[in-house]
């Protein structure tokens, strides 16, 4: 009993891990109709290492980015430019064409070749996160005013990359593009299929166990303690604003990783993912999974996204939006830990009550 | 000198509808502390209420006094985010005091449901006010013309700093207001209801935000995500100016309006106002307070 609890979260990572696995074998036989159920499995191993990266931030450090859609769809554009280009054979598309477009405009040159592009899907991010980071954390600008910033950093963002439309297809994104792997579509590229959603469930699960390396550590216990009293960890000596911008850069990579999975899976991008809207929604998967513990955010985004996945076929888009809004909310107001909260609080909690009236007796006698 | 004149004009008239959406934000955000991601809802509650109040008196009133509809606009739609705000901050913010973070959450989920809200009402097409025919037209001085709609806009703005000060600064329940802002243990000692005063607080945050949705509907057609355009300029007025002080908020605004209107002759307006934006965050990099602070001494304010 007590190994279950004290290893519960990576038994629950694996049952995930092994009923992902079982995904592609299943449409195999069948067992899972459409094609599209499958895709969209992947794409929610996309989320859940976006959340995995977001509850870094959030639920560990206590940073709420308001803005993590920004990377997530930078990395998913730089992955996208690159398919595209695949798709035209290093000529210019079709948009650059209605753009007025002679040749190939230089931003697109380093993503004809694939290594180059995967540097980029996590250098342009990383890069980013690392100078708004650093100027931010070092001027000491914290809890809802960095969320407020970064809410507006995504919106300027937003609003130019709709601008350049010659260069990045405005509203409509990239589209029309296959995965890395060659075209997923109909059941002569199941292969493809299947190469690409182990290669996703992988980068999962390394995502997964790196980020248990890191707050298993001293490192985790000091993430916490910025959260829990920032002022207290200065005092104590250490140099706060380079443990933040460390982690916030290291979860916009993750974020931009996860755009790009995230695009193979689509088959197109929109600058819809780079919304405040978009971002907030990353912050439900975490919220409702559980802050603070990285099975929570994994378990969130699955969750959340299947919910939504299986209402929103069906004509209850609407009833959908009043039902995560409400969610959300009850929540944030009563469950602060989440769904891992609740299952940790209620369902083990006699243990530990017994556990700590043992020690009251002990410190009586 | 005509273009001058012109590009004054339309900086003033973008400022002050900056100002009008933030001044609810600059009470609610300034000196509650709460950061209420539903604001910009409760512009859109406004604005629709402006709708349904047209739609109302157009069928038993006379064609020539129709313009009346306005002027009752103003008082119910600023009647009707009062009530929201005051059920919103009894069910949800009464209860996340101190967690700022968890507050802006929670209110993004009702601005979720109130979105949704509209569309299973409205539609998801967009629906327009006419203009009250005396708002319709512009006075021309010169070369210059200034449309009536907008200056109307600046004397709305100014009337609502008006009656803020006067409520803030002047009035008994400003006076209790302000002293359960900045002491409430020792505001409660002295027998203020402060539960009752942060409701009323936010209540009146609220209703300026439904009188700023009026406003906003004179001017283009009205949709569900109609405050999400209008809600990042505003929060970031209110942070450019200094969290709590009224004056900060005005100044704020002013800022981004002008310079905004200033960019938009060299490059399109999106990006105006985007790059607008990304200087404000640069600015604040130099001063994280913003314009106007209030000194203290305390570490963690």
Known sequence: MKKIKKQGSNICFLII????????????????????????????????????????????????????????ALGGYAM?????????????????????????????????????????????????????????????????YFSIISQALTWAAYSIFIALSPYTNG?????????VFGSIKGSMNFGNLQILFYSAL?????????????????????????????????????????????????????????????????????????????????????????????IGAVIGAFLINMC?????????????????????????????????????????????????????????? | ????????????????????????????FGLMRVINMAHGEFVMIGAYTTYVVQNVFSGFLPESIQWIFYFAAIPIAFGITFLFGSILEKLVISRLYGREM???????????????????????????VTAPSFLQGGLKIGGCTFSYNRIFIIFLVLLCLIGMYFVIYRSGFGKKMRAVMQNRPMAQCMGIDSRKVDNITFAIGSGLAGIAGCSVALLGSIDSTIGQSYIVNSFMAVVLGGVGKLAGTVLGSGIIGFSSIFTENYTSSTIAKALVLLIVIIFLQKRPQGLFVIKSRSLDE
């Not at chain 1, 959908?320 to 830990?337: D, E, H, R, S, V």
């Not at chain 2, 601005?111 to 569309?119: D, G």
Request: with cysteine.
């Open chain 1, 17 to 72: 891990v092994i009923l992902l696995a079982l995904v592609p074998i299943m449409y195999q036989y069948e067992l899972i109709e459409a094609s599209s159920t499958v895709l969209f499995i992947g794409k929610c191993m996309a989320f859940a290492i976006v959340a995995i990266g977001l509850d870094l931030i959030w639920g560990y450090t206590g940073i709420l980015s308001l803005g993590h859609g920004l990377y997530f």
């Open chain 1, 80 to 144: 996208a430019m690159y398919l595209k280009l695949q798709r035209t054979g290093g000529g210019i598309t079709d948009f650059m064409h209605i753009g007025g477009l002679k040749e190939l405009p230089l931003v697109w040159k380093p993503f004809l070749s694939l290594p180059v592009s995967i540097f980029l899907i996590l250098f342009v991010p990383g890069i980013l996160a690392g100078v708004i980071g650093y100027f931010i954390f070092k001027n000491r600008v914290k809890g809802v």
């Open chain 1, 171 to 179: 509203n409509v994104g990239i589209t029309d593009i296959q995965s």
């Open chain 1, 202 to 294: 992988i980068l999962l699960i390394l995502v997964y166990a790196g980020a248990k390396f890191l707050t298993g550590r001293k490192f985790g216990k000091l993430l916490i303690a910025i959260r829990d009293g920032e002022n207290r960890t200065y005092f104590s000596g250490y140099q706060v604003s380079r443990y933040k911008t460390f982690i916030y850069v290291l979860s916009a990579i993750l974020a931009g990783i996860a755009g790009a999975i995230f695009v193979n899976f689509n088959g197109s991008i929109t600058p819809n993912q780079m919304t405040i809207a978009y971002s907030i929604t990353m912050v439900i998967w975490v919220a409702v999974g559980g802050r603070g513990t990285i």
């Open chain 1, 308 to 365: 939504e996945y299986k209402l929103s076929s069906g004509g209850l888009v609407e009833v959908w939006q009043y039902l995560i809004g409400a969610i959300f909310c009850i929540t944030i107001i009563f469950f602060k830990g989440g769904i891992i909260g609740i299952v940790r609080d209620h369902l083990f909690a006699s243990g530990r009550r017994k556990k700590a009236e043992r020690r009251e007796l002990r410190q009586n006698s």
């Open chain 2, 1 to 28: 000198m005509v273009q001058l004149i012109n590009t004054l004009f339309n900086g003033l008239s973008l400022s002050s509808i900056v100002l009008l959406t933030s001044l609810g934000l600059a009470i609610t």
């Open chain 2, 102 to 128: 968890d507050s802006l959450l929670a209110t993004w989920g009702i601005s979720l449901i109130l979105q949704q809200a509209a569309r299973s009402i409205f539609g998801t097409q967009g629906v327009n």
